[in-house]
């Protein structure tokens, strides 16, 4: 079977799994299926078939694994949102058209050589850097829980830090690739760029007042700079500086240091100030009140789940028991109605999703593709665990999106632009190869 | 450049391999921490997806039942009280925001279908299995609709309590306690259950009287004195005291009941009359002869002392005994540290819930033996089938055979020729005893009166106490306990 023909057999199996889901949803809820859930399924179904077509024309041997599997989150997560709020789901559903535009122009666009993107990487890096700005200009941007990441324009808003971090990907593999020799001969003054990315970091933690932000694109940083010097004296001078510069922050942003404290103690036998309404409350009742209802979300799913469309997520009187369930928690919600044996299923398809990109970056013959290739595979590794893992209580919670899953027009788009630039990269290597 | 590729591919799997860790942990490990814990909403609520077993009175009407509700496109099955503030001490709620009380907290197992009999588990699974709505097990209490209607009517707006046991078995047939409150306003409005208007203070409507409520048991507890000196052989019911009107005890006059200078006073009298007029200064010698250790022993065979063995939840009861700053005392030595002859009539400090004294008269109706009082009959399945079904149990004897035949003779006397002569029903044969306890301030007595009927065959036994009387026992508590046992006796012989 050629590359595409797999692809397509593989999107058949997602299709009939949407149409389940969708099913199983509307059975729960209305105890009927009806043929809304199924036109769902079906209306989801050929928009990737489209975006196959697109696939077939532009990039033929790119490997056939990896748009299943973003066809596969993206219907989990819009089956899960739509049982959430199906109003939320329509506007997934067309951020899902949009997004797969946005793919599909940039496979056209670049389909014959992605790599003069090269040229253009101080272009790139300006536009992150500006994007990232963004949010803290007075007028457009817009705080949320005490992290500044959103920007209104009219009635639309939208997180442009999605965008930036593939933007600095496409930078950092465009500069590691010039200076990787340099770099790896360790001189002193080549140390600058390396002071100059870690300073911006910092800065963006220090504006936005988010860690989770922070973490991601000094992360992607110093896994591109791993593989482009190949020293492990960078990655631990980085993590040091990185440490050094939190222990910092937070000592000196309130904001920051209330996130530590709520992942180290949710929970208190005692009454603590409450810094959102002033009184004394056990924490759990005040600051880390999300993230405690969401554990509990998490452990009511126990093994198997309460099953899709049963779970609890509201009061009997019908208000939220957890707060931005479609967005930061949605893997709160998928864990209680999947269960262990679902939720593992699904971070296993994220697993697999990582690995295939990490192979595409083997399987690339050049530094920029590799490098290219890297940044985005691990980009979406350790923004899919910053999430959870702030979930789960790994590390202090931070709101971000789940990639692919979570709700939200700006993370799907940059989703797919970043599987188009993973596609684009395996087409090239594997075209080479046949 | 690959070297670097595959290693940090690696690191790139082991992050998402530490979710599916984590993730494990938290919904098997910590799960079953994490539900009990008290702020878990998600696991109240979620209770409420289960459609609850039906609460049910001994005639089959309904106590509790549920109201389905729709919320986001899910069933939710809330809990309706169609009896109102009737049974709600017993019966308790469930609801949200308050949690559970009363056998809906204490037998929610049964009620969700969480206890562990074969068939429930079976049954339960294939549900969830299914997918179907879980349906949880129904209770059938031994307590009787009518006489329970009464008791709360003739209580009306005085605080106090009336309970009403079979002395045979020790089923609950009564246990009315007021004030009262509307378990269905316990969600939506609860405001309005805490600022009610009542004859007391605190008027603690929520409070369980019967079990939970504590009340000096006054010369009801001359009954448990008369055991011990009757059932240890030191006296017999014609031994024969001299009354004075008063008793020395400490080298100071402890007074009869009524007016304190000129204090009732009926010279040379046999033990029988001694109960039948219940004079305090025949029990306070009989307490000075005997000893505090010996009556407290007495008390203990009835059931002080311990918690008193109902399906209610343990927190919505309470012992009796003597109390010193608000906790059960356990005297290390008796002689020195309780004033026998107060004792012996039921003030010093002693305290006693209207369960435990309905207790000691069922104990001496059922001649001696105490049966341990239940309130849940039988659990049965959604199909009908009996899951379980309570077997009388015996608690203990507190007395000889012969002891309770004397008692009874003496507290037939009472209701006869005696104090409490409120309390005969024309051609049954009651066994009574009064108490008009103290409460420290002059004009206001804790009223009391236990009975049980008919005296030679008992199929009733009541405690009836009244807070904050200007009447005796005899005068407010007696027409109610007679009232209660008519009603009773008058219904099905064993429903």
Known sequence: MTYRNRELANLVVVGILTALGFASVYIARQDIVSTASLSYAGFFFALYLAAHLVARLTVPYADPYLLPMAALLTAIGLTEIYRLNPTDAFRQGLWIVVALCAFALTLFLLQHDYRRLESYKYLFGLSAIALLVLPALPVLGTSVNGARLWVHVGSLQFQPGELAKVFLIVFLAGYLREKREVLAQGRLKDFGPLLLIWGGAMLVLVETNDLGSALLYFGIFLAMLYVATGRFLYVGLGIGLFLAGAFAVYHYVEHVRERITIWLHPWTDHAVYCAINGKLLPRQDCASYQLVKSLYSVSHGSWFGTGLGKGTFRTTGGGELIPYLNTDFIYSALAQELGLVGVAALLLVYMLFVSRGFKIAMLADDGFSKLLAIGLTFAFALQTFIIVGGILRLIPLTGITLPFISYGGSSVVANFVLLAGLLLVSNRANAERE | ?495
């Open chain 2, 1 to 495: 450049m690959n070297r670097q590729i595959a290693r940090l591919g690696l690191v790139g799997v082991a992050l998402v391999a530490a979710l599916i860790v984590a993730t494990t942990y938290w919904q098997t490990w910590a799960s079953a921490g994490l539900a009990d814990r008290q702020d878990n909403e998600i696991q109240r609520v979620a209770q409420f997806s289960i459609k609850r077993g039906l609460i049910r009175a001994s005639d089959g009407t309904i106590l509790a039942s549920n109201r389905i509700k729709k919320v986001g496109g899910q069933k939710l099955y809330l809990r309706r009280y169609p009896q109102g503030g009737l049974f709600s001490h017993v019966v308790g709620y469930s609801t949200q925001s308050r949690s559970r009380a009363g056998l809906e907290s204490s037998m929610n197992d049964y009620l969700t279908g969480a206890n562990r009999n074969l068939d429930t588990v079976l049954k339960t699974t294939l549900d969830r299995i299914r997918g179907a709505t879980i349906t949880g097990n129904d209770l059938w209490l031994t307590m009787r609709p009518g006489p329970q209607r009464l008791a709360m009517r003739e209580l009306a707006s005085k605080c106090g309590s009336v309970v009403a046991l079979d002395p045979r078995t020790g089923k609950v047939l009564v246990m009315a306690s007021r004030p009262t409150y509307d378990p269905n306003l316990v969600e939506k409005d609860f405001n309005r259950i805490n600022n009610i208007r009542a004859a007391c203070r605190p008027a603690a409507p929520l409070l369980n009287r019967a079990t939970d409520g504590l009340y000096t048991p006054g010369s009801t507890f001359k009954v448990v004195t008369a055991s011990a000196a009757l059932d240890s052989g030191r006296f017999t019911p014609q031994s024969r005291f001299f009354d004075p009107g008063y008793c020395i005890e400490y080298g100071k006059q402890v007074r009869n009941a009524g007016n304190p200078e000129a204090p009732e006073t009926f010279g040379s009298v046999d033990l029988i009359t001694g109960l039948e007029h219940s004079i305090n200064s025949v029990f306070c010698n009989i307490g000075k002869a005997i000893g505090a250790g010996k009556i407290l022993g007495y008390a203990k065979r009835y059931g002080f002392y311990e918690d008193p063995p109902l399906e209610t939840p343990a927190n919505e009861r309470s012992p009796s005994g003597l109390y010193k700053n608000g906790e059960l005392f356990r005297p290390s030595d008796p002689r020195t540290q309780v004033d026998p002859g107060r004792l012996a009539f039921g003030q010093e400090r002693m305290l006693a819930t209207p369960l435990q004294m309905a207790m000691v008269a069922a104990g001496v109706g059922n001649k001696g033996v105490v049966m341990e009082p239940f309130v849940v009959d039988r659990i049965t399945n959604p199909n009908g089938g009996v899951v379980t079904r309570t077997k009388p149990r015996k608690l203990r004897r507190a007395v000889s055979r012969q002891t309770a035949q004397e008692l009874t003779q003496m507290m037939e006397g009472a209701v006869q020729s005696g104090t409490g002569t409120a309390a005969q029903i024309p051609g049954v044969p009651v066994a009574g005893k009064t108490g008009t306890a103290e409460t420290g301030i002059p004009g206001r007595y804790t009223s009391w009166f236990i009975s049980f009927a008919p005296a030679n065959a008992p199929r009733v036994a009541v405690a009836v106490v009244l807070q904050d009387q200007t009447g005796f026992g005899g005068q407010v508590a007696a027409p109610i306990a007679k009232d209660v046992m008519q009603a009773i006796l008058a219904g099905k012989a064993n429903p």
